[in-house]
């Protein structure tokens, strides 16, 4: 297909062509890091950068900082193939963007660029919409989630974006997450004075935090809880009547993730019974799903992406990599989508310090472009190939009815895929 090939060189041609301003786009969400639902300067970089390269910009889409920018080619005979691309752009909490939000930022609009340059260069065979959504809250909240009860996924075929990470890889595994907020009442009292007046909450704090030490050893290995105390009490001899947890539970799929909840949420009650506490279970953020996977959309990027001169372990080892969440599964359940991880030049890990470093340096432009370059040529293998886009879809189906069996399937992905998982992480070839 000579004119695939002619489009993929213009693909990696615009954005080669627009590298700096795309750096300077990332640069500026890096110097200004936003907490999640709050990324107002990222959106109105965003939003202009969009407006200034001749898109149809909405801003505020549907949340304050979530915005959607489109552009079609000419009409044809049937319906518009849809190719949506994701920015996220939130940061972390005093470590700014430890996660590189500003990378997939800049992933997403060079795609963008790369794609429409591109099918602005040939007639391509059908009609193509492409939809850049800029999706807040990932860290915290869940924006996807937000905009796909708006309605903003209903109508695209494809939906693409990547993170950063320590390699190249096509699937990681992300898991389903529960974030639960614990408080508990107790009742004050002098600590030394007249201990038995008190119920201490600091008490069922503790025995709480121990309780989910105990149920570690009956956890599958894929399984992760981790919390903190965010309130233990105010002083050594005031007996605590107020304490605070926040713990996150995650599982590698939502009927996991349903008896994980119910075991801690045991264990955070029997607490309150323990210390004679009142205890308040609550969640203010949405459950992430898994991402499912999608063999063929996993294998395209990866052909891509070695053409651009990346590496990736086998599948067997990015399906045994343990990985984080992401709003990006509940995306999943909607639309086909991908969710590749890359390389940013560096070995630091995600949610350091030195990870932020990493996603403001002038090295970690090298490898988000090329991953912007994969995605894009990715998007265009979808759009000359029909068979290839119903193949996606096939993928797609099978995966969402693998995980409405309740039991059994995700067993077998338990034992089968991901046997043995360890703190094993996707290297690039270079460590
Ligand atoms: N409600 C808590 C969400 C936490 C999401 C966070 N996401 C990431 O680190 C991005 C990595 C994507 N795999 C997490 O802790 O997993």
């Known amino acids: ?51 200034s390269q001749a898109w149809e910009v909405q801003a505020h ?51 963008a660029l790369g794609l429409r340059g591109a099918l602005e260069s040939v007639q391509p065979p059908r009609q193509v919409q492409i939809t850049v959504l800029g999706t807040p809250a990932e860290e915290d909240g869940g924006g996807k989630i937000d905009l796909i009860k708006a309605g903003a ?33 107790g009742k004050a009292s002098h600590a030394s004075a007249y201990p038995w007046e008190g119920i201490n909450a600091l008490d069922a704090a503790i025995l709480a935090y121990n309780n989910i030490s105990v149920l570690r050893q009956q956890m599958k290995p894929t399984w992760r809880v981790h919390g903190i105390i965010k309130n ?20 590698p799929s939502l009927k996991d993730l349903a008896d994980l909840r119910e075991k801690s949420y045991a264990c955070f009650n029997s607490a309150a019974t323990a210390t004679g506490c009142k205890v308040e279970l609550s969640s203010s953020t949405h459950d992430f799903y898994d991402v499912l996977p999608n063999k063929t959309l996993a294998k395209t990027y990866k052909e891509n992406g070695k053409q651009v001169g990346m590496w990736f372990a086998s599948e067997e080892t990015e399906l ?32 350091t310090a030195e990870y932020t470093e990493a996603a403001g340096s002038e090295k970690a432009q090298y490898y988000t472009l090329r991953t912007a370059k994969s995605l894009a040529m990715t998007a265009l293998d979808v759009i000359f190939n029909p068979d290839l886009l119903e ?25 089968n895929c991901r046997a043995g998982c360890s703190s094993f992480h996707i290297k690039n070839k270079t460590e």
């Open 61 to 111: 889409y549907h949340l304050d900082t979530a915005f959607r920018a489109q552009w079609s080619s000419e009409a044809t005979d049937c319906p518009p193939l849809h190719v949506g691309f994701l920015c996220e752009y939130d940061a972390m909490p005093e470590i700014g963007h430890a996660c590189g939000h500003n990378l997939i930022a800049e992933v997403g609009a060079a795609a």
């Open 1 to 51: 297909m000579a004119l695939l090939k002619q489009c993929k060189q213009q693909v990696c041609d615009v954005i080669e062509q627009e590298s700096e301003k795309l750096h300077a786009l990332s640069q500026d969400i890096w110097k200004t890091p936003e907490l999640a639902y709050k990324e107002h300067t990222a959106h109105q970089l965003l939003t202009s950068f969009f407006s």
């Open 391 to 415: 193949s996606i879809r096939q993928d797609w189906k099978m995966a969402k009815e693998m995980e409405d069996i309740p039991s059994g399937i995700d067993t077998a992905r338990d034992l």
């Open 232 to 251: 233990g009490g105010v002083k050594p001899n005031i007996i605590p009547d107020y304490t605070e947890l926040e713990f996150y539970l995650r599982a």
């Open 320 to 351: 045994n990599a343990m990985a984080g969440s992401t709003d990006f599964g509940n995306v999943t359940y909607e639309v086909p989508g991908l969710h590749p991880y890359f390389y940013i030049g560096s070995n630091a890990f995600n949610h």
């Open 153 to 185: 996924f209903e109508d695209m075929d494809v939906v693409l974006m990547a993170h950063p990470a320590q390699g190249d890889a096509g699937y990681i595994p992300d898991e389903a997450i529960h974030d639960v907020t614990v408080k508990y009442y």
